[in-house]
C-alpha cells in the first residue's frame, strides 16, 4: 500500500509540474545590455498550429537615452531582429509604433524614448510536443546627447502547444498600447504628392466630407534617402488644403514613383493622429518629372537659377588663381610660350581644346557624384581625394611629369604623354590633357563662390547639376580661351631662344612641390608606413623612367632598347605594387594638436559641449584641401584669433574629412555645403550656430567671438 501512495505522489508531483510548464508567461527573461533592457514577449498564452501569434521584442531605455525607428534619420541607426524559427513558421514584418522627432543640433533624427515593444506576427505550422521554442538575435544603437553605443541580445521564448491560446494578462495592456501607437489609415482624406520646379515634393491632404483641418503636421518618410530629415517642412492650410513641403535627400535613388510614411497630426479623425500615407507623385494635378530633364520653373527660379549659374561661372574663373592648379598653369605658359609665332586659328584651336578638356572632366565628375550619390554613396567635391590610392597614383604622375620637363625622359604616347605634349609639340592632345589634368588637381580647392554652387547643384535633378557644372568649367577655363583668342597679346613674350629649355626644366619645381603636399596628404590617411611605401614606389618609378631615358632612345640598338622597356615595366609595375600596398593602410589613433587646444570632432562631443553651455567652433576640413590649410595658417592660427579663442572659452573641433566620413558629410549637406572648407561657431544656449561660413577672414572671427560673453578665468 505504501508502494501504491508513493508511485501516486510521483505521478500527481509530475502531473502537477506539467500543468505549472503549460502556464509558465509568454516571455523569457529581460537581458540588459548597457542603457536598454530587451524581452522578448507574446500577446497570446500558447501556439496554436495555423494560426498567428504575435510576438514582440520589448526595449526599455534608461533615462535620456533612446533607439531609432526604421528611418533613423540623419544618424543613427535602425533596431533590427534575426528571428529563429521552427521548421514551418514565418516572421511577418515589425510593425513600427510611430517615432517621434530627436533634435541633435544641426540634425534630426527619429527613434523612440522611454520604452517601445517592435511587434511581428509569427506564422504558425504543425508541431510535435508540448512546447515550441523561438528565438530572437535583436541588435540596436542607443544615443543619448553625449554618446551612441551600440547593443544587443540574445533573446528566447518558450510557449506551449495548445488547440486553443488566450491572450497573455501580463502583456495584453503592453500589446494593445503598441497597436494604439501604430499609424492607421485615415479613409476621410485624400493624400496626393506634387514635384515642385525646384525639386521638393509638395504632400497634400484634402478632406473627403468636411473634416475640419488638422494640425501640428509633420511626416515621417519609412525610408532614408528619399526627403532630407532635418529640413523644415513648412506646413500650411491654404483653400481647405492641409500641406507640407519635403525637400529630396542628396543621396535619392532616383525619383520615386509616391512617398510613403507616417503623417502626424491633431485631428485626421476618429482619434487617428498618425496617418498611414502612400500618395503617389503627381495625383491631384501634379506632375511627374523626369531627373534627367529639367522641371518647369517660375520666374523666380529662373532667378535662382541665373544667380547660381553666375555665382558657379566666377568660382570657376577664382579657381584659377588656387594653389592646386598652379603647377598645371605652368605647363600652360610653356604652351603660350610655345605658340608665340603660330598661326592666330592654331592658337584659338588649342584654346577650345582646353576647354573641351575641361568640360569633359567636369562633366565626368558631375556624372560620377551623381551616379553614386543616386546609389546611396555620401560624396561631394573632393572625393577622389578622399581615396590614397589616387592621391599616391597622382604622385606617380605628377613625377613622371617633372621629369620630362627636367629632360630626364621624353615622353611617349598614352595619357601621360598626352599629357606632356602641350610643353613639348603643342599637340592637340596634348591640350585636351592639359584640361583634364588642370581639373583633377582643382577639385581639392574649394573658390570663393564656388560651394555655394556646388551645393545647389548637388541638391538638383541631374540636369540642372550639370548646367551648374558645365558654368565652373566655362569660368575656369575662361581665361586661357580668352588669351588664347587673343594671341596678340602674346606679343610681349620674348622671342624663342636658349631661355625656353631654362623656362621648361623650371616649372618641373611647381610639379615637384605639388608632389610634396600630396605625399603630406598621403601620410595623413596612411601613416608613416604608407608614406614610406609611396617615397619606395616614387624611387622605383624614377630608376625605371632614368633607365628609359638613357637607353631608350630611337639611337640606341634594339637590344638596348628591350631592356630598357623591360626595366621601366619592371620598376613601373613593382612601383605600382607598393603604391597599392601603402593606401591600404591605417594611420595611428588621431590625436589632438601639438597645442593640445583642438578636438578630434564628434556629433556626441559638440552635443556635449553646448550641453554644457560652452561655444563650440568647428573646423571642417581635409588634409588634402589646399585651401583649408592656407585658411588655418592664416586666420585661425593666427596669435590674435587663438587668444580670443581662449579669453572667450571657445572650445576647438576639427572635422577632419581627408578619409571618406559619412557623419561629416551629412553634416556639410544640411549646412548647405558639399565640401570643405566650413567652418561653424556655436554660441551657448543659441539655437541657431552663430557663424556658418566656408572661407574666413580674420575681421569675421574676431566680430563674431566679439558677440559671445569672456570666459571666467580659471582657478
Same mark, same amino acid.
Given at each position: ?76 541607426? +535602425? ?161 481647405? @488644403? ?22 502626424? +497630426? ?13 500618395? =503617389? ?134 595619357? @601621360?604623354?598626352?599629357?606632356?605634349? @602641350? ?29 555655394? +554652387? ?31 583668342? =587673343? ?86 609595375? +613593382? ?67 587663438? =587668444? ?15 578619409? =571618406? ?55
Amino acid at each position: 500500500m505504501i508502494m501504491h501512495l508513493s508511485q501516486f505522489a510521483r505521478t500527481m508531483i509530475g502531473m502537477a509540474g506539467l500543468m505549472c510548464a503549460s502556464l509558465a508567461p509568454a516571455h523569457a527573461a529581460p537581458v540588459r545590455d548597457g542603457h536598454v533592457v530587451a524581452e522578448l514577449v507574446a500577446r497570446e498564452s500558447a501556439f496554436v498550429p495555423g494560426q498567428p501569434v504575435m510576438v514582440g521584442v520589448h526595449l526599455t531605455m534608461d533615462p535620456t537615452w533612446h533607439t531609432y525607428w526604421r528611418n533613423s534619420g540623419d544618424s543613427g541607426l +535602425a533596431t533590427t531582429i534575426k528571428w529563429t524559427l521552427p521548421k514551418g513558421f514565418e516572421a511577418g514584418p515589425i510593425d513600427w509604433p510611430t517615432p517621434t522627432r530627436l533634435p541633435l543640433s544641426t540634425i534630426m533624427n527619429y527613434g523612440y524614448e522611454g520604452d517601445v515593444l517592435l511587434a511581428s506576427p509569427i506564422r504558425t505550422a504543425a508541431l510535435n510536443g508540448a512546447r515550441a521554442q523561438i528565438k530572437a538575435r535583436v541588435d540596436w544603437l542607443v544615443c543619448s546627447a553625449e554618446e551612441c553605443i551600440p547593443g544587443g541580445a540574445d533573446l528566447v521564448l518558450s510557449l506551449p502547444v495548445g488547440a486553443s491560446a488566450l491572450p497573455d494578462p501580463a502583456h495584453a495592456a503592453l500589446f494593445e498600447k503598441a497597436r494604439a501607437q501604430l499609424p492607421q489609415p485615415a479613409p476621410k482624406w485624400e493624400f496626393a504628392t506634387q514635384r515642385l520646379g525646384d525639386g521638393s515634393y509638395r504632400l497634400t491632404a484634402r478632406p473627403l466630407s468636411g473634416q475640419p483641418l488638422p494640425g501640428g503636421a509633420y511626416f515621417f518618410a519609412d525610408d532614408a534617402g528619399v526627403t532630407q530629415s532635418g529640413a523644415p517642412q513648412n506646413p500650411t492650410l491654404d483653400n481647405g @488644403v492641409l500641406s507640407v513641403t519635403l525637400k529630396p535627400s542628396q543621396y535619392a535613388q532616383g525619383t520615386p514613383t509616391a512617398l510613403n510614411g507616417v503623417w502626424v +497630426a491633431q485631428g485626421w479623425g476618429d482619434g487617428v493622429t498618425a496617418a498611414r500615407v502612400t500618395a =503617389r507623385i503627381g495625383a491631384g494635378g501634379g506632375a511627374v518629372h523626369d531627373p534627367l530633364v529639367p522641371a518647369p520653373a517660375s520666374g523666380a527660379d529662373l532667378a535662382t537659377l541665373g544667380g547660381m549659374l553666375l555665382t558657379a561661372f566666377i568660382g570657376g574663373m577664382i579657381l584659377n588663381l588656387m594653389p592646386c592648379v598652379f603647377p598645371v598653369l605652368s605647363l600652360k605658359i610653356m604652351g603660350f610660350v610655345q605658340s608665340a609665332g603660330d598661326d592666330r586659328r592654331k592658337i584659338a584651336l588649342h584654346g577650345w581644346i582646353y576647354v573641351l578638356g575641361v568640360l569633359v572632366s567636369f562633366w565626368v565628375l558631375a556624372g560620377t557624384l551623381m551616379g553614386l550619390r543616386a546609389a546611396g554613396a555620401q560624396l561631394a567635391w573632393g572625393f577622389q581625394l578622399q581615396s590614397p590610392i589616387i592621391v599616391v597614383m597622382l604622385c606617380l604622375l605628377l613625377l613622371t611629369l617633372a621629369f620630362s620637363l627636367l629632360g630626364i625622359f621624353e615622353m611617349g604616347a598614352g595619357l @601621360v604623354g598626352a599629357a606632356g605634349r @602641350v610643353r613639348t609639340k603643342g599637340g592637340i592632345s596634348g591640350s585636351f590633357m592639359s584640361g583634364v589634368l588642370a581639373t583633377v588637381l582643382a577639385t581639392p580647392c574649394t573658390a570663393p563662390f564656388m560651394g555655394t +554652387a556646388l551645393a545647389f547643384a548637388l541638391t538638383q535633378s541631374t540636369f540642372i547639376g550639370f548646367v551648374v557644372f558645365t558654368a565652373l568649367a566655362l569660368g575656369m577655363a575662361s581665361p586661357y580661351l580668352v588669351l588664347s583668342l =587673343r594671341p596678340q597679346w602674346l606679343a610681349f613674350l620674348p622671342k624663342p631662344g636658349a631661355w625656353m629649355d631654362t623656362l621648361k626644366q623650371a616649372m618641373a619645381f611647381p610639379l615637384l612641390g605639388t608632389i610634396i603636399w600630396l605625399l603630406w596628404v598621403f601620410g595623413q590617411q596612411t601613416g608613416m608606413n604608407g608614406l614610406l611605401q609611396a617615397m619606395v614606389a616614387m624611387l622605383l618609378l624614377s630608376i625605371g623612367l632614368w633607365a628609359w631615358g638613357r637607353w631608350g632612345t630611337m639611337f640606341q640598338e634594339a637590344p638596348v632598347r628591350r631592356f630598357a622597356l623591360g626595366l621601366l615595366t619592371l620598376c613601373g609595375g +613593382a612601383a605600382l605594387w607598393f603604391a597599392y600596398a601603402g593606401s591600404l593602410l591605417l594611420p595611428p589613433a588621431a590625436a589632438s594638436d601639438a597645442s593640445g587646444e583642438w578636438q578630434a570632432f564628434t556629433p556626441e562631443k559638440l552635443a556635449q559641449m553646448r550641453s554644457e553651455g560652452k561655444p563650440v567652433f568647428v573646423d571642417f576640413s581635409a588634409a588634402w584641401c589646399a585651401t583649408c590649410i592656407v585658411n588655418k595658417q592664416m586666420v585661425l592660427s593666427r596669435p590674435d584669433v587663438s =587668444r580670443s579663442f581662449r579669453n572667450h572659452g571657445v572650445v576647438l573641433m576639427e572635422a577632419d574629412w581627408t578619409r =571618406r566620413d559619412a557623419t561629416i558629410t551629412k553634416i556639410l549637406a544640411a549646412n548647405g555645403r558639399s565640401g570643405v572648407p566650413l567652418h561653424i561657431l556655436y554660441a551657448p544656449g543659441a539655437g541657431e550656430p552663430l557663424l556658418v561660413r566656408d572661407l574666413v577672414t580674420t575681421d569675421e572671427i574676431l566680430k563674431a567671438l566679439d558677440g559671445l560673453p569672456t570666459a571666467s578665468p580659471q582657478a
